[in-house]
C-alpha cells in the first residue's frame, strides 16, 4: 500500500485559518439540506454519561455531496468554565469518501461553536420572522457570543440583544465585549423573564444536565417569538413547549435516543426537522403570530460539512502537520 498521511490541525491552526461565520452558514445550510433530502447518513449519537455534569459523546456521518465522512469524539462539562477550560472539547477524524481514507484530524472545539450558532442562524432563517430586530440570549459563554455573530448575519436589522446568565461577572463581561464588537445594544438583565420581553428570537445555551431546573414557562412566550435551544429542553418547561405552534428539531432519531438518558420526556408532537425545511419537503413558518421551537441538539452533517472546508482551506494555504498513517 502507497504511504499514506494525514493532516492535524490543532485548535490554533483551525482558529487561525479564519474560516468566515458567513461560510460556516453556508456549509451548515447545504447540511440541513442534504438531510432534508434523504442524501446522508448518520446513526443516533452515541452517549456516555460519567455524572450529570459531564458527558462524552460520539457522532458521526457521511455527506456525499461534501465528499467527506467524520468522525467527533468530545466531551461537555460544566464544571470546565471555572478550571479556564471549554465547556465542549473534542477531536475529529475526516474521511474522504472516494478512498475511505483518513485525511485529518483536527481539534473540534472552535468547529463546535462555530457551526452551533451557524445552525441557529439557518434555524431563523427559515422559522423566524424575516424583521427581527430583537434577541434574548441566556447564557453569556461561547454561544452566547457565536449566535450573535452568525445572527447579525442573517438579519442585519438585528439591533438589540437582552442577555441574562446566572454569574453576574460573566453577564458584565458579555455585555461590555458584545456591545463594543458589534455596535449594537446590549441589556444585561435580572432574569430570564426579563431577558424574554419583547425578544423575537429567543436562544438558550445553559449547560447540559437532566435535572436542571427547568425555567421558561408558557405565558413568557410572546406572538411570533422563535425559540431555539442549545441547551435541550434543560431551560424549557414542558408547558412552554407545548404552547408553541410548532415544535421542530435537528434529528428526531437523536432526540429519542436521549430520552434514555433524562431529556426530551415530556414534550409536544414533533412538527418536523429543520433538514426537511430547508429542503423545501416540510413548510416552515406560516404565520407571522406564530409561536414556533426548535430543539438543535447539534448534528453530525454539520461538523462534517465544515470540517471539509476547513480541511480544503488548510490544504490551499499549507497550514498543518503531515502525519503518517
Known amino acids: ?18 474560516l468566515g461565520m458567513a461560510k460556516i452558514i453556508e456549509a451548515v445550510e447545504e447540511a440541513f439540506r442534504e438531510k432534508g433530502l434523504g442524501r446522508t447518513i448518520m446513526p443516533a449519537k452515541h452517549w456516555i454519561a460519567q455524572s450529570e455534569r459531564r458527558f462524552y459523546s460520539a457522532m458521526t456521518s457521511l455527506v456525499e455531496a461534501a465528499g467527506a465522512a467524520a468522525c467527533k469524539w468530545q466531551s ?11 465547556y465542549l472539547t473534542g477531536l475529529l477524524i475526516l474521511n474522504d469518501t472516494r478512498t475511505g481514507l483518513p485525511i485529518g484530524i483536527m481539534d473540534s472545539t472552535w468547529i ?82 426579563e431577558a424574554l420581553r419583547g425578544a423575537h428570537i429567543v436562544v438558550t445555551g445553559g449547560p447540559i444536565e437532566p ?4 425555567t ?21 418547561r414542558p408547558a ?6 410548532k415544535f421542530f428539531t435537528d434529528d428526531i432519531p437523536q432526540m429519542e435516543h436521549l430520552k434514555e438518558y433524562g431529556y426530551f420526556l415530556n414534550i409536544p408532537p414533533i412538527t418536523g426537522e429543520i433538514g426537511d425545511v430547508v429542503a423545501g419537503r416540510r413548510k416552515g413558518r406560516e404565520r407571522s403570530d406564530e409561536i414556533i421551537v426548535a430543539m438543535n441538539m447539534g448534528i453530525s452533517v454539520e461538523d462534517v460539512t465544515t470540517a471539509r472546508r476547513v480541511y480544503d482551506l488548510a490544504v490551499a494555504r499549507g497550514r498543518g502537520t503531515r502525519l503518517s498513517l
Not at 500500500?1 to 479564519?18: A, F, N, Q, T
Not at 461537555?76 to 471549554?86: I, K, Q, V, W, Y
Not at 424575516?130 to 438579519?155: H, K, S, W, Y
Not at 421558561?216 to 424549557?236: F, K, Q, R, S
Request: a negative charge; hydrophobic letters at 40%; aromatic letters at 8%.
Open 76 to 86: 461537555g462539562s460544566s464544571e470546565n468554565p471555572a478550571l479556564g477550560l471549554p
Open 240 to 245: 412552554a413547549l407545548k404552547a408553541a405552534h
Open 112 to 193: 463546535t461553536a462555530m457551526r452551533t450558532a451557524a445552525a441557529t442562524a439557518v434555524t431563523a432563517r427559515y422559522l423566524a420572522n424575516p424583521t427581527a430586530d430583537t434577541l434574548a440570549m441566556l447564557g453569556c459563554g461561547v454561544q452566547g457570543r457565536t449566535n450573535v455573530e452568525a445572527l447579525r448575519i442573517v438579519f442585519p436589522g438585528l439591533h438589540r440583544v437582552q442577555a441574562y446568565d446566572i454569574n453576574p461577572e460573566a453577564l458584565r463581561r458579555y455585555v461590555d465585549e458584545v456591545s463594543r464588537r458589534y455596535a449594537i445594544e446590549v441589556r444585561p438583565c435580572g432574569s430570564p423573564r
Open 211 to 214: 435535572t436542571a431546573q427547568r
Open 1 to 18: 500500500m502507497p504511504d499514506h498521511s494525514i493532516l492535524y490541525l490543532s485548535r490554533k491552526d483551525v482558529e487561525e485559518l479564519g
Open 216 to 236: 421558561i414557562d408558557a405565558d413568557w412566550l410572546e406572538p411570533g417569538m422563535l425559540g431555539v435551544a442549545l441547551d435541550y429542553d434543560c431551560y424549557w
